[in-house]
């Protein structure tokens, strides 16, 4: 995997295997520290100590789709290869949580990629999940919570054109005004008309 975001695609997708209802994503970039840190945070099955420390390797999967699970342990290596870490805290029946961090500005660090588009197609894909999406970058936030649309939704599909629409680009222009000096008014601007919907 080339991009940060197709991990983060990865590994909520063992959360969506291990039959969570709920699952947190979480990204947070600190220019001032120098520090990019991602963390999924579900509440499925869990895993007893001996998986989790056998996750890492390569050959280890719980998956029954394919024989070797390589997304952890090359995120492992990654972080490590740009003075970072990986650690997974895990317990049977409570859920499990997974956290990365990275020099962010290495030379060796794979992009971001399109966290938007991570963020989306999980929601989309997964509607009966609650889906808790957090991006910082310094002290800019974009936080985005399924709970409250589909509520307002009352059993619409999350595909129906123009929800779906909706969704892109409250996802998409959130992430973006991270990157702008306006974050925090555009950022408010789609939790209101989120919450008018």
Request: glycine share 8%.
């Amino acid at each position: 995997m080339r991009e940060l975001s197709l991990h983060l695609l990865d590994i909520a997708e063992n959360s969506v295997a291990a039959n969570a209802s709920q699952i947190k994503i979480e990204v947070i970039e600190d220019t001032k520290s120098d520090l990019l840190q991602m963390s999924v945070e579900d509440n499925g099955k869990g895993m007893d100590a001996e998986m989790v420390a056998s996750v890492v390797d390569p050959f280890v999967t719980s998956r029954t789709t394919r024989k070797v699970g390589l997304g952890i342990p090359l995120l492992k290596e990654a972080a490590e290869a740009c003075n970072g870490f990986l650690k997974i805290t895990s317990g049977v029946g409570v859920g499990t949580g997974l956290f990365v961090q990275f020099q962010r500005s290495h030379i060796d660090r794979m992009p971001l990629g399109n966290l938007g588009d991570t963020f989306l197609h999980l929601l989309i894909a997964n509607p009966s999940i609650h889906w808790l999406f957090y991006y910082r970058v310094d002290d800019k936030v974009f936080d985005f919570d399924d709970a409250p649309i589909k509520r307002e939704l009352e059993g619409i599909s999350l595909t129906e054109p123009s929800i779906l629409n909706y969704l892109r680009e409250t996802i998409e222009i959130g992430i973006q005004a991270l990157n702008t000096s306006d974050a925090g008014e555009k950022i408010n601007s789609f939790k209101s008309a989120g919450e008018k919907k």
